[in-house]
């Protein structure tokens, strides 16, 4: 816990650019709306900052309507009082601290132009501040974009009105995320502060902080300066979360107590936060309080906060420690008593990567496109920035207002839902009507969302004539293809080899009989025989037996506790070959027990992946959880956060847990998780869950020795008994885990291997067009296979203002170019995570070279040589209707129908149990 490198890490480097990219607008800021920082190092007084603001606790104090009211009275009551203050001198004119941009947004929907406007020019002089977040959250159980794109909306005043928001905040929670910081210096935050509750937690000692304030060190090496006191007299005190519950008492407190002062050696003091769990703030207590407390030794200042940050960087910044390092999930895990709402929404996030990709590609050609999404696409960011509102347990509530808790969480999730699948849907049908087609045949397009070559299986419906065979367009050769039924209709599924990045290929449907492939692997009973692997399932599910080929027949299962692999519990079932065929063979397990569930296990041909695809079927209340036993002896874990990839152990083990002040028994799982030892190891890949355990870990210790993982499947685990009842009522859980074994550990194919059992490949009709090419096509290439691409969309303003390409290093320290496709990169810009723009991005013959810092999420905006994108080309275009192919995805709920198992293949149509 200092400053050197984060373990597993090789170095790193820190822009200075980057992290004063704000400063100046910042320090204009606090110039002009509190007390000049040359002013400030003249003063030699103490200088004490009274920040109030409200705390909103929603839908703990009242629902979700009068909160809303309450937002707009509060601003506007402190718009009037800066108003009346105006005259007075600076450290006694009124500021206040929105603690969301809900309330600006809320403010903005609401009130006229005018008031909005009046409302942006306190923004802009300082009287009136809020953070980068929408409300206060609890993030650990956050993919790391929708962390990012909950912030949007201040991306978007930013670039609108020519404002900075330099803060961000995770209040109340006991614990923190290691990678926040890197996501909130990206997005433009350079301060931070956090004040707990010190109630409903189970850490020994929350209050107790090894640092007051720090410099919170992300993976990149990006910081943030974190205001983080030890709590030592009550949550309404210094180190609560509302430290200014009485601001002249909070000012004698900090000026008089030892102990505080033992532990805060500064004399730079700020004490944040007023309205602890009230409803609504109203108060010129500060204004009055800050003239009282005024004395020839110390100066008391109404503070944003921001003014109080900029004093005590400039005076002290260059001395202060830093931290590097996770302090696990508390309240954050409340988010599992609901949890298959929360994983839709975790799909959805994944969703967006293809979504919004294909919507770039068509609106290179048809900049029109995104025109009338914009009021869903941000009621989608900002449902994404309040869907972990850190009041999601609800912990001592009941009744109506936990009803209509459940109900607004459910209305987020569908708002994210709605936007991610319609985007996708339109852009995919959109793609097809743009590419050429020479062919009346039924065609089909193979997308790949993903910045490298890939060969997988998909799939879409399929109702036309058999037999049938498929042809890949570009080279005129027959590709695997098998029919399969789920759902009660049959899909046409193929092997698709060499699939472009950020491309496609087209594929089209030929009647007749194809060539006679060999199955990709063979089944005896429970036993699946792939050239890579020999899998044995058992009748509920869990594979009881996995067998790597390529590494001498060396067995990777281990039965730990009476539990295997994707093992559920104890149980009996009926084990079925759902489809054999030249593409894949998938067993289906249906068991009672512990829960209703049904486990499809699916192998793929010339593929290493083990396709996990579970579903829970009743409602339950209960902790459950799918468990991973595996044979690797003296295991170290490294899983992905929240925008960070880490070692699950102690710092001083090598890890990033901090030793102190952290939980350890729930840690966060986005993409993956890998186990490794004795040169061999096991990737788990994690598509809808959000947290696990490893072995036997507790509250206050991590199980690094036991070679187990198990994948929270739901329940109340932040304390028993404490979170929404009942999953809210649901009964049906998709739960999907992928598997690969492996040599020795290496992060960019650990996360490559997650990202394509989640982003799998998409198939959807080729209407005829004219476009883009008639066979295949890559829109964007990377040069440096350590960098990945994280998303790639049009720029919130319009495509017109260029196309954003967010990248993910997994590697050191690089230089990578990143080119799109004929036309090139005319010139770039390095931009926030929120899109205001920072610096200009050098462009070399063509294309941006991005430079990147190890483990650095960076985000540029590219503009291309041509405006709009690719020019039309001349070519056959024929829009014949295809009624016989419909996409598929991935995702969709498979039903608990009976249905025979498909031994021919070939394209031939098998009868189902309703024929």
Not at 20 to 47: E, P, W, Y
Not at 91 to 110: A, F, K, L, P, V
């Amino acid at each position: 816990m200092n400053d050197e490198p984060p373990p597993g890490i090789q170095g790193y480097r820190i822009s200075r650019r980057d992290m004063l990219r704000h400063l100046a607008a910042v320090t204009a800021l606090i110039t002009s709306g509190g007390i000049t920082l040359g002013a400030l190092a003249q003063d030699n007084r103490k200088r004490i900052y009274l920040a109030a603001d409200d705390h909103t606790d929603l839908w703990w104090s009242a629902d979700e309507a009068t909160y809303l009211d309450a937002f707009v009275e509060m601003i506007d009551y402190y718009l009037d009082l800066a108003d009346a203050t105006a005259s007075a001198p600076l450290e006694y004119q009124s500021r206040w601290n929105c603690d969301g941009s809900y309330w600006i947004w809320t403010y903005e929907q609401r009130k006229p132009a005018a008031a909005f406007a009046r409302l942006i020019a306190r923004l802009r002089d300082g009287h009136i501040s809020a953070p980068l977040n929408a409300l206060v959250v609890c993030l650990g159980g956050a993919p790391a974009e929708a962390v990012l794109r909950g912030m949007y909306y201040m991306g978007g005043l930013e670039r609108r009105f020519n404002l900075r928001f330099p803060i961000a905040i995770s209040m109340e929670n006991q614990t923190l995320p290691y990678g926040l910081a890197a996501l909130w210096a990206g997005a433009g935050a350079k301060y931070s502060w956090k004040g707990i509750c010190g109630c409903d937690s189970v850490i020994a000692n929350a209050g107790d902080r090894e640092h007051e304030i720090y410099w919170m060190r992300g993976p990149d090496g990006s910081r943030i300066l974190m205001k983080w006191n030890s709590m030592l007299n009550g949550n309404e005190s210094i180190g609560g979360y509302a430290e200014a519950r009485d601001p002249a008492g909070a000012v004698e407190y900090v000026d008089t107590n030892s102990d505080f002062q033992r532990r805060y050696p500064y004399r730079v003091i700020g004490a944040f936060g007023k309205g602890w769990d009230d409803l609504k703030t109203l108060t010129d207590e500060f204004v009055t309080a800050a003239r009282q407390k005024t004395t020839a030794a110390r100066k008391v200042i109404v503070s944003n906060q921001q003014d109080f940050f900029a004093d005590f960087e400039q005076t002290y910044g260059a001395s202060l420690p830093h931290l590097a390092c996770s302090f696990g999930n508390e309240w954050d895990l409340y988010c599992a008593a609901l949890n298959e709402v929360t994983s839709r929404v975790k799909r959805a996030v994944e969703q967006l990567r293809t979504a919004e990709a294909l919507a770039t590609i068509v609106s290179m050609t048809q900049p029109a496109f995104m025109s009338g999404r914009q009021a869903a696409r941000d009621q989608a960011w900002m449902s994404l920035g309040l869907y972990w509102e850190h009041n999601f347990g609800m912990d001592g509530r009941s009744g109506e207002i936990v009803d209509q808790r459940i109900a607004w969480q459910r209305r987020l999730a569908e708002t994210i839902e709605r936007y991610a699948v319609s985007l996708y849907a339109e852009a995919a049908a959109a793609l097809g009507r743009q590419i050429r087609r020479s062919s009346t045949a039924a065609r089909f397009f193979v997308f790949n969302p993903l910045n490298w070559r890939r060969t997988d299986r998909t799939e879409l419906r399929y109702n036309g004539p058999l037999p049938c065979h498929v042809i890949d367009v570009s080279n005129g050769a027959e590709v695997p293809s098998q029919i399969i039924y789920r759902e009660g209709e049959s899909r046409l599924q193929i092997l698709a080899a060499d699939v472009p990045p950020i491309g496609y290929r087209v594929y089209e449907v030929r009647p007749g009989d194809g060539a006679a492939w060999n199955p990709c692997a063979t089944v005896n009973g429970s036993v699946i025989d792939h050239p890579r692997y020999r899998v044995s399932v058992t009748p509920r599910g869990a594979i009881s037996s996995l067998i790597d080929k390529e590494r001498a027949n060396r067995e990777f299962v281990r039965l730990i506790g009476g539990r295997a692999i994707n093992d559920l519990g104890a149980g009996d079932g009926n084990l079925t070959v759902e489809s054999i065929g030249p593409v894949s063979v998938t067993l289906r397990a249906v068991s009672p027990s512990p829960l209703q569930h049904t486990t499809l296990i699916t192998l793929t041909r010339d593929n290493s992946r083990i396709d996990l695809h579970n579903t829970i079927e009743q409602n339950f209340s209960a902790t459950h959880t799918w468990t991973f036993g595996l044979n690797i002896d003296a295991p170290t874990v490294w899983h992905e956060e929240v925008g960070a990839v880490i070692s699950a152990d102690l710092i001083a083990r090598g890890g990033h847990y901090s030793p102190r002040n952290a939980r350890y028994d729930w840690l966060t799982l986005n993409h993956f998780a890998a186990i490794n030892g004795a040169g061999v190891g096991v990737i788990l890949s994690n598509a809808d869950s959000h947290f696990m355990r490893m072995g036997n870990s507790t509250v206050s210790a991590l199980d690094t020795a036991t070679p187990q993982i198990h994948v929270l499947a739901g329940g109340h685990v932040h304390i028993p008994g404490k979170g929404l009842p009942f999953q809210g009522g649901d009964t049906y859980f998709l739960q999907r885990f992928a598997l690969t074994t492996h040599s020795g550990y290496d992060q960019t194919a650990a996360m490559r291997f997650a990202l394509e059992h989640q982003n799998p490949l998409v198939a959807e009709p080729v209407a005829g067009g004219s476009s883009y090419p008639e066979t295949q096509f890559s829109f964007l290439t990377v040069s440096d296979p350590n960098v990945l691409l994280w998303a790639l969309k049009p720029h919130e303003d319009g495509i017109d203002k260029g196309v954003v390409v967010r990248l993910w290093n997994m590697g050191g320290a690089t230089t990578t170019a990143v080119n799109l496709y004929s036309l090139g990169v005319a010139s770039a810009e390095h931009i926030s995570h929120i899109e205001t723009p920072i610096a200009s991005a050098p462009v070399h013959n063509g294309a941006l070279q991005a430079e990147l810092a190890p483990q650095q999420i960076k985000t540029f905006l590219l503009r291309t040589a041509t405006p709009g994108g690719l020019p039309p080309k001349p070519g056959i275009q024929r829009r014949a209707y295809l009624p016989l192919l419909r996409t598929t995805q991935s995702s969709t709920r498979i039903t608990s129908a009976t249905r025979p198992p498909t031994h021919r293949y070939l394209c031939q149509r098998q009868p189902n149990a309703s024929q």
